[in-house]
């Protein structure tokens, strides 16, 4: 597959919503994808990456980057990965590791000296993937705030 990696625009919403659906409980709301392109777009700390299959012009695959700072050791920031989707037709055909390879590029150029990825604890298949690219399954807290 031939594939773009980019920065998600306000003209993708419609394919980036198909792929987040893999990892949502529905589609989202337009609307507030719009807004949220649009903010995330001018935060240089933030990165909303899509898989763009050259070929067909679908988004094919997407995930979220967030550079944000550490107060320890020497104040490098920290990669966050969140929201990692890949359309199930074309899983295992390398997109997210081409994904991941971009994200982790953008990291390395905002000078983040770790990684830190979050995942659904139900996402089993994906937990493989994430090991095989040197992840380390990790438990955490979590606790809704609405």
């Not at 998600?8 to 949502?24: F, H, P, R, T, W």
């Not at 989707?85 to 590791?97: F, I, P, S, T």
Request: glycine share 12%; charged share 30%; with cysteine.
């Amino acid at each position: 597959m031939n594939l773009l990696m980019r920065k998600a625009e306000v003209s993708d919403i419609e394919g980036l919503d198909l792929v987040m659906q893999v990892i949502s409980d529905g589609p989202g709301q337009p609307e507030k994808m719009a807004e949220l392109i649009t903010h995330i777009a001018k935060d240089e700390q933030k990165y909303l990456l899509v898989a763009e299959n050259r070929d067909s012009g679908e988004i094919v695959g997407s995930l979220y980057g967030l550079a944000f700072e550490d107060i320890c050791g020497d104040g490098s920031p920290i990669l966050l990965v969140e929201n990692v989707a890949v359309l199930e037709k074309c899983q295992g055909a390398g997109v997210g590791r081409r994904m991941f390879e971009e994200i982790e590029r953008w990291g390395r150029e905002q000078g983040c000296h770790y990684e830190m990825l979050v995942s659904g604890l139900n996402r089993k298949g994906a937990h493989k993937f994430y090991s095989a690219l040197g992840f380390d399954e990790v438990k955490g807290f979590k606790k809704y705030l609405k």
